[in-house]
């Protein structure tokens, strides 16, 4: 099961008051560039995967969605969606993305922000996603950039059979990532930017665009404070089709 770590209290209240928490969408630095992928919303049915407080779901029906489904593990997080949401072209539900299963041909775009990340079977997911998109449906979701997951600073450790050793936190090295975010023991899966674009192809995805989200000129004009994202990058947003 996906780690639920939304649900424990310090962490909910630590993640409520992040900015994009606080000011939805408009607070996210990234959003500029994911709703630039977004298509023309009016008709279609969307699926947001890890949709959090509902942010998404509401701007998709203000758009004109025929029809949302909100998907999170985190109780809590539904919670409040439902508490904010007053239209009733959305819906929410809970479900684990390890083991999501979705109607097939059901929905014309399948968004997600910041959750997969967090899921060990990705080929899993993706092979459930496409099953559920109709005919030239969409697939648009962000993760943290695999750069940013893979610490820049390695911890070594010894291999008990053959004394061989290697940094356990490099880039090539997939997997299991422990973190202190907000709370401590966030478990986090590390994938390749090479290992994340096959698994697409493989799952019958046709990619239609890849950035590597930095800040412009005129975002550091407003938030000065975003300077150092421009070391690495931190997201990495991906547009897919059938």
């Known amino acids: 099961m996906t780690q639920n770590i939304y649900d424990d209290p310090g962490f909910f209240a630590g993640y409520s008051r ?16 994911m709703r630039a992928l977004l298509p023309d919303m009016k008709g279609l049915d969307v699926a947001d995967l890890g949709c959090g407080f509902g942010w998404f779901c509401r701007w998709a029906a203000e758009q004109g969605a025929a029809g949302v489904l909100g998907l999170d593990v985190s109780e809590k997080m539904l919670e409040r ?12 539900d809970r479900a684990d993305l390890e083991k999501l ?9 399948v968004y997600s922000s910041l959750a997969f990340h967090y899921i060990e ?24 950039h695999p ?16 004394g061989n050793i290697w940094p ?9 990532r422990l973190t202190n975010w907000l709370a401590e023991g966030v478990v986090k899966q590390h994938r390749t930017m090479a290992t994340t674009l096959n698994l697409l192809i493989r799952s019958g995805f046709i990619i239609a665009h890849v950035e590597e989200w930095s800040p412009s000129d005129d975002d550091l004009a407003a938030h000065p404070d975003w300077v150092t994202e421009r070391e690495r990058p931190m997201f990495l947003l991906i547009s897919t089709q059938t």
Do not use: H, N
């Not at 969606?81 to 929410?92: G, H, L, P, Q, S």
């Not at 079977?121 to 998109?133: E, P």
């Not at 750069?147 to 053959?162: C, S, T």
């Not at 356990?168 to 299991?176: F, N, P, T, V």
């Open 121 to 144: 079977d990705f080929a899993g997911l993706l092979a459930t996603i496409r099953q559920a998109l109709k005919p030239g449906g969409r697939l648009i979701f962000s993760i943290e």
């Open 168 to 176: 356990l936190s490099a880039y090539q090295i997939e997997g299991k």
């Open 18 to 33: 992040l900015q994009r928490s606080v000011d939805g969408l408009a607070g996210a630095a990234e959003w500029p560039a």
């Open 81 to 92: 969606a439902r508490c904010e949401t007053m239209d009733m072209r959305v819906r929410y």
């Open 147 to 162: 750069i940013y997951m893979a610490p820049r600073q390695p911890e070594w450790q010894v291999d008990a059979e053959g």
């Open 101 to 109: 299963r979705l109607a097939g041909a059901s929905f014309d775009l």
